[in-house]
């Protein structure tokens, strides 16, 4: 496993934006994730963790949860052990705490947005988007 620490939540009006980010430390991070998946779910109270989208460590494949698509965009700084998520026209129903989450397999197409895939998640970061 390795220790995620996410950054970066916030309040917002609709329409505006953020940037979260998620630091992975750890001794085997960048040998055992060096080709692995790392990702942001979102939660909001009595609902399920949602995928909202992942990065392939290894060839920067990205993937995203329709609700997102054109509004979220996943970045991955190797040199820092940085995951980022850069959200643009935020929307109250973008409202949920944000978690990073990563796992040393690849990010596979039918895999990647169940959070059961994941060997690793940070404590969350809130995102308040007001109308």
């Known amino acids: 496993q390795v220790q995620l620490v996410e950054s970066g939540g916030d309040s917002v009006q609709a329409g505006g934006s953020l940037s979260l980010s998620c630091v992975a430390s750890?001794?085997?991070?960048?040998?055992?994730?060096?080709?692995?998946?790392m990702a942001w779910f979102r939660q909001t109270p009595g609902k399920e963790r949602e995928g909202v989208g992942a990065?392939?460590?290894?060839?920067?494949?990205?993937f995203y949860a329709d609700s997102v698509k054109g509004r979220f965009t996943i970045a991955l700084d190797s040199a820092k052990n940085t995951l980022y998520l850069r959200m643009i026209n935020l929307k109250p129903d973008d409202t949920a705490m944000y978690y990073c989450?990563?796992?040393?397999?690849?990010?596979?197409?039918?895999?990647?947005?169940?959070?059961?895939?994941?060997?690793?998640w940070g404590q969350g970061t809130q995102v308040t988007v007001s109308s």
């Open positions: 989450a990563a796992d040393p397999r690849f990010c596979y197409p039918g895999l990647w947005a169940s959070h059961g895939f994941y060997d690793s």
């Open positions: 750890g001794q085997t991070y960048t040998q055992t994730y060096r080709n692995g998946c």
């Open positions: 990065i392939a460590t290894g060839g920067g494949t990205t």
